[in-house]
């Protein structure tokens, strides 16, 4: 499935200069909504999010530097990258943008290519981090999914792993959420200090999927000394007595033919095979999943 076009609010109150950006944009492929005001703007935003916000400074009334301020101030509008177009070039001018929380100036008279090469900067970024799991830093459910469809389509053998703790949620109720997001943070830091050292930076990949559940990405050789490494050095870098962590997983052949969705069935399958039989590290030579299956 294609990625839906990324949706753009233009706020300038010039209608020769609001026409042409809203075009120019559109035929970048963007979804564009374009207002003249500070008011407008506002308005349209209650509720909704667009992923980019192009912002003039000198709108009637309601200038822009304002309405960014209320921009950040909306929950939900925190994070999406705001663009500032001015006739005003002065260092100060800036500074007030930065300071109400602006992302990036453009000068005008706006320079198309250098327009758009920072709208898909700022977007690639905002995609990044809106992927990325805020507690530990790692990478989140869509790019674990773009990274094994990856694999897939390289033709290589590499090996997976599902990690997660064991009875982390009765941990998490009996002493709170802060020491939760700890643990959290401290078996992220084992998994990427481990990975480090048996792994290659560039072929290698640590995920977060959620809560205590993780995915690594590794060559195959690799699997099983990384495996056993973290359930070794998992007591002392964690420190709670409390928990313990398990590790599921094998070699996967994109040659036979295996698909995301069985993979995930496979490794679920695995996992309450390792619950069942008190194993901490079940991995297979070959996950086996071959087309069809």
């Given at each position: 499935m294609s990625e839906k076009p990324a949706q753009i609010l233009v706020v300038e109150d010039d209608p020769a200069l609001r026409e042409l950006l809203t075009t120019v944009l559109r035929k970048a492929g963007y979804e564009v909504e374009a207002v003249e005001d500070g008011p407008a703007a506002l308005e349209w935003i209650r509720g909704r999010q667009p992923d980019l916000i192009l912002l003039d400074v000198m709108l009637p009334g309601l200038d822009g530097f304002e309405?960014?301020?209320?921009?950040?101030?909306?929950?939900?509008?925190?994070?999406?990258?705001?663009?500032?177009?001015?006739?005003?070039?002065?260092?100060?001018?800036?500074?007030?943008?930065?300071?109400?929380?602006?992302?990036?100036?453009?000068?005008?008279?706006?320079?198309?290519?250098?327009?758009?090469?920072?709208?898909?900067?700022?977007?690639?970024?905002?995609?990044?981090?809106?992927?990325?799991?805020?507690?530990?830093?790692?990478?989140?459910?869509?790019?674990?999914?773009?990274?094994?469809?990856?694999?897939?389509?390289?033709?290589?053998?590499?090996?997976?792993?599902?990690?997660?703790?064991?009875?982390?949620?009765?941990?998490?109720?009996?002493?709170?959420?802060?020491?939760?997001?700890?643990?959290?943070?401290?078996?992220?830091?084992?998994?990427?200090?481990?990975?480090?050292?048996?792994?290659?930076?560039t072929r290698d990949f640590i995920g977060h999927i959620g809560g205590d559940d993780f995915v690594l990405l590794t060559r195959p050789h690799v699997l099983s000394p990384v495996s056993r490494e973290i359930l070794e050095k998992f007591p002392q870098a964690v420190g709670a007595p409390e928990l313990s962590v398990s590790i599921v997983g094998g070699v996967v052949d994109p040659s036979r033919g295996p698909d995301l969705e069985r993979l995930i069935r496979h490794l679920a399958a695995l996992k309450r095979q390792a619950k069942q039989e008190d194993r901490p590290l079940l991995l297979s030579g070959n996950l086996g999943l071959e087309a069809g299956e």
């Open positions: 309405v960014c301020r209320r921009v950040r101030e909306l929950w939900h509008l925190r994070t999406v990258p705001v663009l500032m177009l001015t006739a005003l070039g002065r260092i100060e001018d800036k500074l007030r943008g930065i300071q109400a929380g602006a992302d990036d100036y453009l000068t005008k008279p706006v320079a198309i290519p250098e327009l758009l090469a920072r709208v898909e900067m700022h977007l690639r970024r905002s995609r990044r981090e809106r992927a990325t799991n805020p507690l530990s830093g790692l990478p989140g459910n869509p790019e674990i999914e773009a990274e094994i469809m990856r694999r897939f389509r390289s033709g290589e053998p590499f090996g997976i792993a599902y990690v997660d703790l064991n009875a982390f949620k009765d941990f998490n109720d009996r002493y709170g959420f802060r020491e939760g997001d700890r643990v959290l943070q401290a078996f992220a830091r084992l998994l990427q200090e481990t990975m480090a050292a048996y792994g290659d930076p």
